[in-house]
């Protein structure tokens, strides 16, 4: 079974949780498709290379999860514009929380990155089944009402999290919608 990135949960309210994270560190890829679901196939390929090896010094590192898809839409003077219908995702894999910065294997390709991300407050909510472009527009505006309900604000991107292989049967599928709110003020 893969390391799941820890948090505790703060809150939790008709399927909507408040949790913290601790810092962690992410493999990562930025690519241009026009779904999740397409990002995610793309951004699999040289982040499964590099922890099977393709790093220095040869390494195999453990699969864990969950794995995560972003989408930053490119930004107009003063407002959110996708160019042609094409979204720019990050597609990331949490590393295992034995490994810092320094003692990381270093990704061989160079679209691979390392990201060290600090601790964090999230608004979760989940997925049912495996998910579509409709299902995670729905799950943003719900967590979106919720967080403005809590009298939290939105801090980043939303995040698309998956947590198991391909070949789990869709109804035990758990994917989950996330996104960072606050400024950590919640005490853990």
Known sequence: MAETLNYVVLEIENRMELRWYPAHLLAQVDLSENSYRKAIYQ???????FIFGKNLPAEKISMTSPVQVSRSQRIGMTSPVTVSGVGDYTVSFVMPAAYSLETLPKPKNPLVRITEIG??????????????????????????????????????????????????????????????????????
């Open 43 to 49: 951004g699999f390929g040289p982040l499964a290379d």
């Open 119 to 188: 601790e964090r407050t999230m608004a979760v909510t989940p997925i049912n089944g495996f998910f579509n472009e409709r299902k995670v527009r729905d799950a943003k505006n719900r967590l979106e009402k919720w967080v403005e309900a809590q009298g939290q604000q939105i801090q980043d991107d939303f995040l698309v999290a998956g947590y198991d292989p391909p070949w789990v049967p869709w109804f035990l599928v758990r994917n989950e919608v996330m996104v960072r709110v606050g400024e950590n003020e919640y005490e853990v």
